[in-house]
């Protein structure tokens, strides 16, 4: 057995940052409970705290550990989806009608990631089953390809020079494979399909 040590280090940074997170966003509504609601500043702090704790969960999917039989139920993936949406460009359709592989979960929060950079004006995204193949489709009003970086999704390339914006690039192929799936995309201007 191989130790993952990329996603212990995720498991642990969003276990560790997840309890703060959740004792701000308790200071935030015993402040508002006590007559301070309403104010600007509480406002912005309370969207700040809400996007942070969103992306946290987002990122313990995507990016920590899992075992291979763990299960991740839909309406987790919902919350997940639509608190990661909130005030953000893109808008999530979870078409999946039941619980799933955290292998399987896990490849699709990377891969979304990877359709974010490509949807630079927002847009939607469905992730849908075609029989056993799962199906992601994002349209926007543009749609913008970074080559190397999407070809290295198919055919992973130790050369390219990935930034940690793009770490997903890199861990998706890894993730894909360990779930005994092939990537396939096609796009144009305005839509962008993956299929795994």
Known sequence: MTTDIAALIGSRICH???SPIGAIG?????????????????????QSVQNA????????IAYGAANPDQLIGRQEVLSVLAATALGGRLSYFWQITNDQSRGM???????????????P????IQISTDGDTWVLTGTGPR????????????VPDD???????????????TV???????????????SLTLRF
């Open 26 to 46: 308790n200071g935030v509504e015993l402040l508002s409970m006590s007559g301070n609601s309403g104010s600007a500043e509480l406002d912005l702090i309370t």
């Open 176 to 190: 894909i494979a360990d779930i005994d799936r092939r990537l396939a995309f096609t796009f144009d201007d305005t």
């Open 53 to 60: 704790n969103a992306r946290i969960r987002f990122f313990r």
């Open 105 to 119: 979960v896990r490849s699709t929060f990377l891969l979304l990631q990877c359709m974010e950079t490509a949807m």
């Open 16 to 18: 560790d940052l997840i």
């Open 121 to 124: 004006l927002g847009g939607d």
């Open 159 to 173: 050369t390219l020079d990935i930034k940690a914006a793009h770490v997903q690039f890199a861990l998706a192929p």
């Open 143 to 154: 749609i913008k390809i970074d080559q190397p970086m999407w070809d290295a999704l198919l």
